[in-house]
């Protein structure tokens, strides 16, 4: 398998992913103050939305992508 072929495969399952999620969060670990041996630390979590428009992009992209790569080997 190729390298855009790989390519493509993985922005139509990153597409499919947006669909069916639609957001994701991740926790973000700061250093608030540290005073010598005390160490103050922060976690915010954060969420990030997909929007539907990106993820059915990256679908029709990974499609075109694939359909190109097929028509070129």
Request: charged content about 15%; cysteine-free; aromatic content about 8%.
């Amino acid at each position: 398998m190729n390298t855009v072929k790989g390519v493509a495969i993985v922005l139509m399952i990153a597409g499919v992913l947006g669909l069916i999620y639609g957001d994701f969060s991740y926790t973000k670990e700061t250093q608030a103050a540290k005073l010598g041996a005390l160490e103050l630390t922060v976690k915010d979590t954060k969420f990030v939305n997909v929007p539907t428009w990106a993820a059915v992009g990256a679908i029709i992209a990974g499609g075109g992508l694939l359909l190109f790569a097929s028509k070129n080997s």
